[in-house]
Nanobody, 126 residues
Framework: QVQLVESGGGLVQAGGSLRLSCAAAGRRFSTYNMGWFRQAPGKDREFVAG????????YYADSVKGRFTISRDNAKNTVLLQMNSLKPEDTAVYYCAADTSHAIFIPAVIGRYDYWGQGTQVTVSS
């Protein structure tokens, strides 16, 4: 069982920054690929960024590439999402997710992730 708790969401003006944090409870966090997804009102949940269990590889959706950075600290069981140059279209509930399959690739589809956090709201005003 893996428990994920997100924090760091809030209201920010366009062009601003936020840093989301996901704290994981689980003995094998260092073996999980981790991902961030988001869901805007009336839209499907979509992949934002992922990081391999080793931390050496990352993968981003085109819409956030160059603006968002995912990182992890396996010693602290934490994964971060630094979001810069935020746009109103980034407004969504952001979810942290864990892929416990120890796959060598970073999955970008919802079905590959086994555990999810409760989400944290990010609102970007224009």
């Amino acid at each position: 069982q893996v428990q994920l708790v997100e924090s760091g969401g809030g209201l920010v003006q366009a062009g601003g920054s936020l840093r989301l944090s996901c704290a994981a409870a689980g003995r094998r966090f260092s073996t999980y690929n981790m991902g961030w997804f988001r869901q805007a009102p009336g839209k499907d949940r979509e992949f934002v960024a992922g990081i391999a269990w080793s931390g050496g590889r990352t993968y981003y959706a085109d819409s956030v590439k160059g603006r968002f950075t995912i990182s992890r600290d396996n010693a602290k069981n934490t994964v971060l999402l630094q979001m810069n140059s935020l746009k109103p279209e980034d407004t969504a509930v952001y979810y942290c997710a864990a892929d416990t399959s120890h796959a060598i690739f970073i999955p970008a589809v919802i079905g590959r992730y086994d555990y999810w956090g409760q989400g944290t709201q990010v609102t970007v005003s224009s």
